[in-house]
Each structure stands twice: as structure tokens, then as C-alpha cells.
């Protein structure tokens, strides 16, 4: 789901206000209000209309535009003389806010460059690479907000508060960090410091370092989407990458009437049986998890070698796929996914 820049909230709380169409659109540029708005394209000063739409200049984030209202007369164009100077105002909201609920905007992409400077020089953020993860966390969510920030390496380091289950870490790389590999070599870390201090069984997501804070929302972003998945395609909990499920999110962006498509020609009847059985798909999950190896898959399962082998064989007979090789273990696993994502 896109989320709405702050222009276009801001937008729609105008277009509430005056009980009228606001639309607008970037100065010489090919844009179009929308809303089945008009543009103005001569040149005007301050205030003007064409009989229908009354059209005024503003600046938002160091950015000329045009906005439009939809309506004409002496009462609109009282409006759109006030209008600049409270969208104006609107922007310059990220001043009053808390460093937790500033990052949070920054987090959600609602910052301009300009705004996310800001940030970085009122709380001394230089340009160091960072990262972000998303932490579902079962309760106890002040504790664990403030264990987790005690174990941040880095004064920059941050914990923004979501909800009553969620948070965000922002981590900023530094030298001191150098004993961990990778953002989920830390956030294993993280996992387990949470585990044995309070007893919760968190999950966490996992986004990519970027090169400075004004590309965190992106890491976040890739943080949140792990976070997501885990929960429909995991069960949850444990720590998990963006990397892991970039097949997922390539077959959630095919239409649904292509993945049924492909679900319908790779499967029958049989193979259904198989797919709706939670017990054989969490074996053969296991079985792909563990690199297919069969010991291992026996011990984290608690089952008779022989009980997996009977497993494996019983899905080769009614998928037609023998998840001891690798290339079937794949088709296998797409056919999961398309399974999950079509809510079979």
C-alpha cells in the first residue's frame, strides 16, 4: 500500500476545511491537479481564476507550486490568499515534535530532504550508514524498549515506539559495532538479550544498511515487509531478512488471476491434499529449512528418520516432486507461497 506523502495529507485537510476540490501541481511542470481540476498555465501573480477554479503559488519544502481550488469568486479568493501561510505552517510542524516522533515521520517517509536535515543537525546525526528492524514484541513493550536501547551500541541509536506491539530500532554503524557481521547477526543478538532478560519471544524484521538516515525509511520499509511475512509464512518469531522473502514479494505483485493460473496448472487433487495438511507442509518447511538435510530435519523435529522419509515420500507420490532435490525443493516451495497468498 503506498502511503500518502504529507502534501497530499495535507491536501485533503484543506479540501476539508474550505468544503471544497483542492487539488495542485508543481510549477513548470507537465502535472495535473487532478480531481477533475483545471491547471493554469499563464503567468499570474497571487490570486487568479479562469471562471471555475481559483489558482494560487505556495512553497512546500523549498518546492514552487500551484494550487487549485475548485470554485471561483470573492469568498475563494479570500481562501487561497490565507492558504500558503497555513500550508506553510503545516510543514513546519516536525519543530514541536519529540526526537522519537520526528524519526517516526522520517520512518514513514514523510519528510522532506530538507525536513530530515533538520533532524540530523538538532540531534547531531551525522552521515553515518544505519539500519533499521521492526520488532513484534508479545507484551511488556516498556521494558523491552528500554532494554533494547541499554543495548545500543551507538548514542545515536534510537527506539521509536508504534503501538502496544510493535517497535523500531534504528541503528546508525559504527566502529564499535565491528563484532557483528550483519544487521541479523545483531538483531539474533537482540533476540536472545530480549529472550533471557524478560522471557519474550520476539520477532524481529530485518532491513538493508543504507548509506545515511534520509534512506532509513527504505530499510524500514524492508524491515516492516519481513515483519509481515514472517507472521503468514513463519508463524512468527525469530529473526528474519527482506532477502528471505523477495520471492514472496515478487509472486504478491503477479495478479491474482495469474497466480491461480499457475496454481491450477502445477497441481491436482492429490497434491492439494498434501498443501492443506499443516502437518506435512510444516515437515517438508523443515525439511527445506535445514538444507535438506534429513538428520538434521529429524532432530529439530523430534522424529523417527524413518517417519521423514515416509513424509517426503508421500508428498513426491502426490505433488510429482521429490524435495530431496534441489530443484523440486524450489517448485515446492513456490507452490507453498502461491497456497499462502491465494489464502488456500
Same mark, same amino acid.
Given at each position: 500500500?503506498?502511503?500518502?506523502? @504529507?502534501?497530499?495529507?495535507?491536501?485533503?485537510g484543506?479540501s476539508?476545511?474550505?468544503?471544497?476540490?483542492?487539488g495542485?501541481y508543481?510549477?513548470n511542470?507537465g502535472?495535473?491537479?487532478?480531481?477533475?481540476?483545471?491547471?493554469?498555465?499563464?503567468?499570474?501573480?497571487?490570486v487568479?481564476?479562469?471562471?471555475?477554479?481559483?489558482?494560487?503559488?505556495?512553497?512546500?519544502?523549498?518546492?514552487?507550486?500551484?494550487?487549485? /481550488?475548485?470554485?471561483?469568486?470573492k469568498e475563494?479568493?479570500?481562501y487561497?490568499a490565507? =492558504?500558503?501561510?497555513?500550508i506553510?505552517?503545516?510543514?513546519?510542524r516536525?519543530? !514541536? =515534535?519529540?526526537?522519537?516522533?520526528?524519526?517516526?515521520?522520517?520512518?514513514f517517509?514523510?519528510?522532506?530532504?530538507?525536513?530530515?536535515?533538520?533532524?540530523?543537525?538538532?540531534f547531531?546525526v551525522?552521515?553515518?550508514?544505519?539500519? &533499521?528492524?521492526?520488532?513484534?514484541?508479545?507484551?511488556?513493550m516498556?521494558?523491552?524498549t528500554?532494554?533494547?536501547?541499554?543495548?545500543?551500541?551507538?548514542?545515536?541509536?534510537?527506539?521509536?515506539?508504534?503501538?502496544k506491539?510493535n517497535?523500531?530500532?534504528?541503528?546508525?554503524?559504527?566502529e564499535?559495532?565491528?563484532?557483528?557481521q550483519?544487521?541479523a547477526?545483531?538483531?539474533?543478538f537482540?533476540?536472545q538479550?530480549?529472550?533471557e532478560?524478560?522471557?519474550?519471544?520476539?520477532?524481529?524484521?530485518?532491513?538493508?544498511?543504507?548509506?545515511?538516515?534520509? !534512506?532509513v525509511?527504505?530499510?524500514?520499509?524492508? &524491515?516492516?515487509?519481513a515483519?509481515?511475512y &514472517?507472521g503468514?509464512?513463519?508463524?512468527?518469531?525469530?529473526?528474519?531478512s527482506?532477502?528471505?522473502?523477495?520471492?514472496?514479494?515478487?509472486?504478491? !505483485?503477479?495478479?491474482?488471476?495469474?497466480?491461480? @493460473?499457475?496454481?491450477?496448472?502445477?497441481?491436482?487433487?492429490?497434491?492439494?491434499d /498434501?498443501? @492443506? !495438511?499443516? @502437518?506435512?507442509?510444516?515437515?517438508a518447511?523443515?525439511?527445506?529449512?535445514?538444507s535438506?538435510?534429513?538428520?538434521?530435519?529429524?532432530?529439530?523435529?523430534?522424529?523417527?528418520?524413518?517417519?521423514?522419509?515416509y513424509?517426503?515420500?508421500?508428498i513426491?507420490?502426490?505433488?510429482?516432486?521429490n524435495?530431496?532435490?534441489f530443484p523440486?525443493?524450489?517448485?515446492?516451495?513456490?507452490?507453498? /507461497?502461491?497456497?499462502?497468498?491465494?489464502?488456500?
Open positions: 500500500m503506498t502511503i500518502m506523502t @504529507e502534501l497530499e495529507k495535507i491536501a485533503a484543506v476539508a476545511l474550505l468544503g471544497a476540490r483542492f495542485y508543481r510549477e511542470s502535472e495535473q491537479p487532478g480531481g477533475g481540476l483545471s491547471r493554469c498555465d499563464r503567468q499570474f501573480e497571487g487568479t481564476d479562469d471562471g471555475e477554479c481559483t489558482f494560487f503559488r505556495f512553497l512546500y519544502k523549498n518546492v514552487g507550486y500551484v494550487g487549485v /481550488i475548485g470554485g471561483a469568486g475563494m479568493h479570500a487561497a490565507l =492558504l500558503p501561510a497555513y506553510g505552517s503545516m510543514q513546519d516536525e519543530a !514541536d =515534535l519529540s526526537k522519537t516522533e520526528y524519526l517516526k515521520r522520517i520512518l517517509g514523510e519528510c522532506s530532504s530538507a525536513g530530515i536535515y533538520r533532524y540530523m543537525t538538532k547531531s551525522g552521515r553515518s550508514a544505519c539500519f &533499521a528492524l521492526a520488532l513484534s514484541v508479545p507484551g511488556h516498556e521494558e523491552a528500554a532494554l533494547i536501547a541499554q543495548y545500543g551500541g551507538n548514542s545515536l541509536d534510537t527506539v521509536v515506539t508504534l503501538d506491539r517497535c523500531v530500532l534504528v541503528k546508525f554503524v559504527g564499535e559495532e565491528s563484532e557483528y550483519s544487521p547477526d545483531y538483531a539474533e537482540l533476540a538479550s530480549l529472550k532478560e524478560l522471557g519474550l519471544d520476539v520477532t524481529v524484521g530485518v532491513g538493508s544498511v543504507v548509506r545515511s538516515l534520509k !534512506d525509511a527504505l530499510s524500514y520499509s524492508q &524491515a516492516a515487509g515483519l509481515r &514472517a503468514v509464512f513463519s508463524g512468527g518469531g525469530g529473526v528474519h527482506y532477502k528471505e522473502y523477495m520471492l514472496v514479494k515478487m509472486l504478491e !505483485d503477479v495478479p491474482e488471476s495469474k497466480l491461480m @493460473e499457475y496454481l491450477g496448472e502445477m497441481t491436482d487433487e492429490g497434491a492439494r /498434501i498443501f @492443506e !495438511d499443516a @502437518e506435512m507442509v510444516n515437515t518447511e523443515e525439511f527445506l529449512q535445514s535438506l538435510n534429513v538428520s538434521e530435519t529429524s532432530r529439530k523435529l523430534y522424529m523417527h528418520r524413518n517417519t521423514l522419509l513424509r517426503l515420500d508421500k513426491e507420490k502426490a505433488t510429482g516432486l524435495i530431496r532435490q523440486d525443493a524450489v517448485s515446492f516451495r513456490v507452490l507453498t /507461497i502461491l497456497y499462502r497468498l491465494l489464502g488456500k
